[in-house]
């Protein structure tokens, strides 16, 4: 299949009247699409040294343990600790809805700020069977402007920097996949009409009982028909207005345009059935809604709304904001991708590590990075190891033609005449994967797991040219850019997947921490993390991590054998301030990591950590030489412990003797095989950990 290569020379003027424009209207002509960004939202650009007000909350996700059925004992428990929370922090609370996840939707009579947040999340948070408790954040489209003054469709083309999608669309059209555009909804267009099916809007009514977020006057309905999103001025950190964006019919049209229709633009995935799931509304949508529309989509039910009846094979969310991955979003991506839905988010624009921004930082998602006409990251894409893989999303800067063109609405409020238009952003680099995904289900003689869907992805973009211009393991951005031919072949069967990217390197270690030794004047930013390690030998006490002083609010993680991370961990006191301490009574022998996170910035911290040595044998090393005529020498060596020793082999005393802190043992052995050995302190248990010793004879 053919593109023409005759450059456009459209001006802005010429996008109102290109549903009439000749050289877009040529058969088989094949066009991107793109994402704009927001003053003040995920992705936008502040002014230099501005600092966004800290954000206020009156809506929060409460999630329990235990899935979602819900009792009648289960329920008036729920209400009690909700009435209980409400006395001790003098705050009404009303229950609003439970999500599809099993969570609960609470509100709170007056918007908390971080701290009074932190209170009543500590509060319900003494419920056992709460896991979370977290702001019911809005999320919104993630996009960043810019004037495009040409166009020039180089995304759609061969590498390096295009995903070669011409040789793709010979394999395969997506036909009978459904991908769900999970977004503002969608605009009728003569380019993308014949693609689309029935879907749903789940944006509610606002907490004060109106409809300002959802726009359309009403509540959840099978209209997703997207009314505008425009504002004048709430919506941004600067008080900007800005104009409707419909940018759900812009990431539609990236995702399944008509092709050959002698009309407009081209789709990825021409063949593909999209399915417009109203989530974003004026100022974005909550995490809430967009987590009970992740369910639906993928088949899920969802309480008060139809079931779904063409569940789709691919979710994009080209939508974001900043924090951790939500309990109540992952387990709604957990609940997708357990239903053979693959789930595609875009990275996000702030040019910053992806790690926190949601739901790109989810576990279980195809998580997609912006690259620009040179085949290097975009400057505004997020990064980070939790990136999958990239693909184009134009460079947000004239001229045009660097940038990605796809469907759109030409009214400024209120939908008005279709047309088209360049935007920019990780929320374009999504819909390509999306379509891309599409096309390989198509394919596919029998349908892909989300992870093995994911694992070609991540294979075939590296094996085609390695990471992106600018990105490697200091800055990672995926393991390469989307290629959809490759993509497609291996998954039809015609090409072998080719090899797993090589692994990013280890993080670097954490720092050492001594048995009593106090460490000053720790200092973390905001959402940063400072990891420290403490080694306790076997037959430690009263294990104590000890966190106080300085100023700002840290919070003290501790796990034993792993890194903490917000959601694993054996200890987090999280308390307001820097006074929390972690204690171990009887702690298992073994590394133990301290993670000092700022739930805002903090400085002049002091770290404590401290347990009493019961002076058991501490074992060193144990080194095997293997000797000839089938003999073995294992030697042990040890530190500390009493002045005799019993040495124990493979559940039994072996021998006694002085402790000199080394015994040999040798024997006779044909074969392979295992001993075990510990060193204890004599006539008693108090020992080392035990070390097991493979070997294997030789003549």
């Not at 073995?632 to 060596?637: A, D, F, Q």
Request: net charge neutral; aromatic share 6%; hydrophobic share 40%.
């Amino acid at each position: 299949m053919n593109l023409s290569n005759s450059p456009l020379r459209w001006t802005a003027l010429a996008v109102a009247t290109a549903m009439l424009v000749a050289p877009l209207a040529h058969s088989g002509g094949r066009y991107g699409t793109a994402v704009r960004a927001t003053p003040g939202m995920s992705g936008a650009r502040a002014k230099p040294g501005a600092k966004a007000p800290a954000p206020r909350h009156d809506r929060f996700i409460v999630s329990y343990r235990g899935g979602t059925r819900v009792g009648a004992a289960t329920a008036g428990a729920r209400r009690k600790a909700l009435g209980e929370a409400a006395r001790a922090l003098g705050v009404g609370i009303a229950p609003m809805r439970t999500l599809a996840t099993g969570a609960l939707l609470i509100r709170t009579d007056r918007k908390l700020d971080k701290q009074a947040a932190k209170r009543l999340i500590l509060a319900l948070s003494r419920d056992p069977d709460v896991i979370a408790v977290e702001p019911d954040i809005r999320l919104q489209r993630a996009f960043v402007p810019n004037d495009p003054l040409y166009a020039q469709q180089w995304h759609y083309r061969s590498r390096p920097a295009g995903i070669d999608l011409e040789p793709a669309l010979d394999i395969s059209r997506g036909d009978g996949t459904v991908v769900a555009v999970l977004d503002t909804g969608i605009t009728a267009h003569p380019d993308l009409d014949a693609n689309v099916i029935a879907g749903y809007d789940f944006i509610g009514a606002d907490p004060d009982g109106t409809f300002e977020t959802a726009r359309d006057g009403d509540g959840r309905d099978p209209d997703a028909r997207d009314p505008g999103d425009w504002h004048d001025g709430e919506c941004s950190l600067f008080g900007t207005p800005e104009d409707s964006s419909w940018h759900g019919t812009h990431v539609a049209g990236t995702v399944a345009a008509a092709t050959g229709n002698a009309t407009g633009v081209a789709g990825v995935a021409p063949g593909a059935k999209v399915q417009p799931v109203r989530v974003l509304g004026k100022c974005g949508g909550y995490l809430s809604d967009i987590a009970d529309a992740v369910v639906w989509a993928s088949g899920g039910t969802v309480a008060g709304v139809p079931a779904n009846p063409t569940p789709a094979e691919v979710i994009n969310l080209s939508l974001g904001g900043s924090g951790a991955c939500s309990v109540a979003m992952q387990n709604a991506i957990d609940g997708a991708v357990s239903r053979g839905t693959v789930v595609v988010v875009a990275a996000g624009n702030a040019g910053g590590d992806v790690g926190g921004f949601t739901p790109a930082n989810c576990n279980n998602v195809v998580a997609v990075a912006a690259t620009g006409p040179d085949g290097a990251r975009a400057a505004y894409s997020n990064h980070g190891e939790a990136v999958d893989l990239a693909a184009p999303g134009g460079t947000a800067a004239a001229p045009a033609e660097h940038n990605i063109l796809s469907t759109l609405n030409l009214g400024a409020r209120e939908p008005g005449a279709p047309g088209y238009a360049w935007y920019a952003g990780t929320s374009m680099a999504a819909p390509h994967v999306a379509g891309v995904v599409a096309l390989m289900q198509a394919a596919a003689p029998m349908p892909k797991t989300p992870a093995q869907v994911e694992r070609i992805l991540r294979n075939t973009a590296y094996a085609s040219g390695g990471f992106p211009g600018g990105c490697g393991y200091e800055k990672p951005c995926g393991a390469g850019i989307l290629d959809a031919r490759y993509a497609v072949a291996v998954a039809s069967g015609a090409q072998p997947l080719p090899p797993d990217p090589p692994p990013p390197p280890p993080p670097p270690p954490a720092i050492p921490l001594e048995n009593g030794v106090t460490v000053t004047g720790i200092e973390v930013a905001e959402d940063a993390s400072i990891v420290y390690q403490l080694d306790v030998p076997n037959g430690a006490s009263h294990l104590l991590f000890g966190m106080y002083g300085g100023t700002g609010d840290a919070d003290l993680y501790v796990r034993r054998g792993q890194r903490p991370t917000d959601t694993a961990y054996d200890c987090r006191p999280f308390r307001i301030g820097n006074d929390e301490n972690c204690y171990f009574p009887a702690p298992r022998s073994g590394t133990w990591y301290v993670r000092i996170k700022g739930f805002d910035a903090a400085s002049g911290i002091s770290l404590y950590p401290s347990f009493v040595d019961a002076n058991y044998p501490r074992g060193e090393a144990a080194t095997v030489a293997q000797l000839s005529n089938h003999r073995t020498r294992v030697t042990l060596t040890w530190q500390r412990g009493k002045r005799h020793v019993d040495i124990w082999r493979d559940g039994a005393i072996y021998a006694s003797r002085r402790n000199t802190g080394r015994f040999v043992d040798t024997f006779r052995i044909v074969g392979s095989g295992s001993k075990t050995y510990k060193v204890c302190n004599q006539g008693t248990q108090e020992c080392s950990d035990e070390v097991t010793i493979e070997f294997r004879s030789r003549p």
